[in-house]
């Protein structure tokens, strides 16, 4: 059991370059979620999304589009990166609204 | 919107003191949860706590629920060198699914 699937692990982006997070569960979850994670910051909800076809806004959702077109999948997609998205970037998982979230295991991204 | 601040951010320890940490929320909360995050790591579940003043125990660790559901702590007793990491409070407000974490207290512990 895969659990929270995330690649890549590492990127290095350059200012304005355009890329996609993926995040994969095979745990069927409805509740998936991004986080960005900065030193003193914790853990910062960006998207998040309560089941296929279903996403809303966190608490910095700006410079970051989801979508979720399956139960499976929610990718996050940089349209334009900007030094300030460089961070941890983590996705978790969790069924139903009030259950543990499991998390993958990280996307580490540079934007020089 | 929803806040979650926890206190304090770090927290050097002696093996064999005890540590604590607390959660406080700007809104009531539906339910708290713990999660641990070595260094490295990603975050993993440690517990959650639904009910007004509920505790609950794990070996060393207990953890607390405010009367008002609006703050929470974590006690550790007599440390470890295997307790270090970052500790983070989480809440949820209703059922939005929208889960807040604070800002962790990172706990080092000197053997």
């Known amino acids: 059991n895969a659990g929270v699937t995330q690649t890549p692990k590492f990127q290095v982006l350059k200012t304005g370059q355009s890329m996609t997070l993926q995040c994969a569960q095979d745990m069927n979850h409805e509740y998936m979620s991004w986080y960005r994670q900065d030193p003193g910051m914790g853990l910062r909800l960006i998207h998040y999304?309560?089941?296929?076809?279903?996403?809303d806004q966190g608490e910095v959702p700006n410079g970051y589009n989801v979508s979720r077109s399956t139960t499976e999948d929610f990718p996050l997609r940089l349209l334009s990166a900007a030094p300030s998205q460089t961070s941890v970037y983590f996705c978790?998982?969790?069924?139903?609204?009030?259950?543990?979230?499991?998390f993958g295991q990280g996307t580490r991204l540079t934007v020089v | 919107g929803q806040q979650v601040m926890q206190i304090p951010q770090y927290q050097h320890v002696q093996e064999g003191e005890d540590f604590t940490t607390y959660c406080n929320s700007s809104t009531t909360l539906s339910n708290i949860q713990w999660y641990k995050q070595r260094p490295g790591g990603h975050p993993v579940f440690l517990i959650q706590?639904?009910?007004?003043?509920e505790v609950k125990k794990q070996k060393r660790l207990t953890f607390q629920f405010g009367e008002a559901k609006k703050n929470s702590s974590l006690h550790i007793t007599a440390t470890q060198t295997t307790d270090v990491g970052t500790y983070f409070c989480?809440?949820?407000?209703?059922?939005?699914?929208?889960?807040?974490f604070g800002q962790g207290t990172t706990l080092q512990v000197k053997p």
């Open positions: 706590l639904v009910k007004s003043g």
């Open positions: 989480a809440g949820k407000a209703g059922n939005t699914g929208k889960l807040i």
């Open positions: 978790a998982s969790s069924y139903m609204g009030t259950a543990e979230a499991f």
């Open positions: 999304s309560v089941g296929a076809g279903i996403t």
